[in-house]
């Protein structure tokens, strides 16, 4: 079945570092491809997203490009600060379907 | 607008008893989902309604949970009796009626069973 497999955490940083969380999928068709967000205390929220092979999703200086020859979905920020300190999702929607599917989650930590 | 809200926040409950979740989605929704993430693994899917009906509970784990959807409204998650393995944070999530994928997420139920 269609699955999602991130790196572990948790990532600790140090402000201002270049930040890269490994995001790959398996899946039939052409799913939808996500990045999710849990602040502390807080909900799950969309950071972005891409829907076709080549897209680039991008919010809040993060970005993720959509790679269907790798299937993978590698999550990326130039320059994290310590208010991007969350655990961060990778996410896939399959075509036509409506459950998303969810990898394990990884800890970001950023330091000052 | 209001978001999805989840209640209670936490419970914690002896093995064998019985634990009531309740999910408010966000109004106009008519999709409503149920997930759950065990010891800091994969959230997994457990149910999706459509309005008040089950479109697919294929991630329910057994018998022990039952889901129910009033009038299409607000959703209940009942686990009964309660194991330790049922131990977990269940989060709720709603979508729009045209779904682009999106989901808007509760803050989750921590339940705890001793």
């Known amino acids: 079945g269609d699955s999602v497999t991130q790196m572990e955490g948790p990532v600790t940083l140090s402000e201002e570092a270049f930040l890269t969380i490994n995001c790959t999928y398996t899946?039939?068709?052409?799913?939808?491809l996500f990045w999710y967000v849990q602040y502390p205390g807080e909900g799950l929220q969309l950071l972005l997203k891409?829907?076709?092979?080549?897209d680039k999703g991008s919010n809040k200086g993060f970005e993720a490009t959509y790679r269907k020859e790798t299937t993978s979905f590698h999550l990326e920020k130039g320059s994290v600060q310590v208010s991007d300190s969350a655990v961060y999702f990778c996410?896939?929607?399959?075509?036509?379907?409506?459950?998303?599917?969810f990898g394990a989650g990884t800890r970001l930590f950023v330091k000052a | 607008e209001a978001g999805v809200t989840q209640f209670p926040s936490h419970s914690v409950i002896e093995k064998g008893q019985t634990v009531t979740l309740r999910c408010d989605p966000i109004?106009?929704?008519?999709?409503l989902y149920w997930y759950r993430r065990v010891m800091g693994k994969e959230i997994k899917f457990l149910l999706h309604?459509?309005?008040?009906?089950?479109?697919?509970e294929s991630g329910m784990p057994n018998n022990r949970f039952l889901a129910e959807r009033t009038g299409g409204t607000y959703s209940t998650l009942k686990v009964q009796p309660a194991e330790l393995e049922d131990s977990g944070v269940y989060f709720c999530?709603?979508?729009?009626?045209?779904?682009?994928?999106?989901?808007?997420f509760g803050e989750g139920s921590r339940l705890t069973v001793l």
């Open positions: 999530a709603s979508s729009h009626n045209s779904p682009t994928g999106e989901l808007f």
């Open positions: 109004s106009g929704h008519d999709n």
């Open positions: 996410a896939l929607l399959n075509t036509g379907g409506f459950k998303t599917i």
């Open positions: 899946a039939t068709g052409y799913p939808s």
């Open positions: 891409a829907t076709k092979a080549d």
């Open positions: 309604f459509v309005k008040e009906s089950k479109q697919d």
